[in-house]
């Protein structure tokens, strides 16, 4: 199994807080280095400094990091029109010699989208938007040099389209969908997802949704293993219990409540429940770290807990 470094910086955090994560996630062995797509806070945290915009914090860090693999989780198709930031993750991926993923989804939160003057459409409508943002996105990749792309949709129509940039990776970076949608979430995976991603849910019901996910690939003739499988979970890990319970209290968790429904406790149970996880197909986890100056909880995983994988 493999760990990557998941983070949250609507929380509050500068450029040079994530890049110091970034740079340790690649120092110690993690696989990737992925952040968060929000523009306002979420509970009772100030969120100070202020939003950073996932993109340019990606660009950054493909200058400056060396090999670790970055992406979002996940884009909201909400924030952009899909022929700009096809343009925006292919530059990224050359900025970084094809090291960018694109995690992409719907959008959820409506508060940052009033906070920001973003429109929010209903849910059906932003299904239908992120489907046809995948249809160029991934058309726009895939066009042949010297060749157009045209595309004609309900919401976007794209006319004789040059198609540059095109990205380093070939034919297009890695794409991840994600979430717990019963249907059209299935069905937009098994047509344009090289991933497919399970944030913050528990193992019974990871075996349902990538059970959902698997009929959706066999209906249109794609083969589930073409998929990488995934969770993220968030990480609380201490050499013992003590460390836990303050490393839980700094991110104002409860160990116990972590242990339940998150990756908590000591090197031994976090193995544990990550072992549970792959019995069921997860072959990635993404470890979400909401304390960005406590870097030796990364020393610790990638010391107690990696080489175990």
């Given amino acids: 199994m493999e760990l990557r470094i998941f983070t949250e910086p609507q929380q509050g955090a500068t450029y040079d807080a994530l890049l110091a994560v970034a740079r340790r996630a690649e120092e110690t062995g993690f696989g990737a280095f992925f952040r968060s797509d929000h523009y306002l806070m979420m509970g009772s945290v100030s969120g100070e400094p202020g939003p950073t915009d996932a993109w340019t914090t990606l660009a950054g860090l493909a200058r400056d990091t060396r090999s670790i693999r970055l992406g979002t989780l996940m884009t909201a198709a909400t924030f952009r029109l899909p022929g700009p930031l096809a343009i925006t993750v292919a530059q990224v991926d050359q900025m970084s010699g094809g090291r ?18 973003i429109p929010f459409p209903a849910l059906k409508e932003r299904f239908d938007r992120l489907d046809e943002q995948l249809a160029v996105i991934t058309g726009l990749w895939r066009t042949p040099p010297g060749e157009t792309f045209a595309f004609t949709g309900r919401h976007y129509q794209v006319s004789d389209s040059p198609a540059l940039p095109k990205p380093v990776q070939q034919p297009h970076p890695p794409i991840l969908l994600g979430g717990m949608g019963a249907k059209r979430t299935p069905q937009l995976t098994a047509r344009y997802a090289d991933e497919f991603n ?38 609380c890990c201490g050499k013992d219990d003590a460390e836990v319970a303050r490393r839980a209290a700094a991110i104002g968790r409860d160990a116990d409540e972590l242990r339940e429904n998150g990756l908590a406790g000591t090197p031994a149970e976090v193995v544990d429940k990550l072992g549970r996880y792959a019995s069921v197909g997860s072959q990635r986890v993404y470890l979400q770290v909401l304390d960005l100056a406590d870097l030796d909880h990364l020393d610790l995983v990638a010391a107690e807990v990696l080489p175990q994988l």
């Fill in 198 to 235: 399970l944030p913050f849910v528990s193992i019974d019901d990871t075996v349902t949704q990538f059970g959902r996910v698997r009929a959706a690939c066999q209906e249109i003739g794609r083969s589930p293993d073409e998929l990488t499988w995934s969770n993220a979970l968030v990480l």
């Fill in 100 to 117: 960018v993923e694109l995690g992409i989804g719907t959008g959820w939160y409506d508060a940052e989208h009033s906070a920001y003057g």
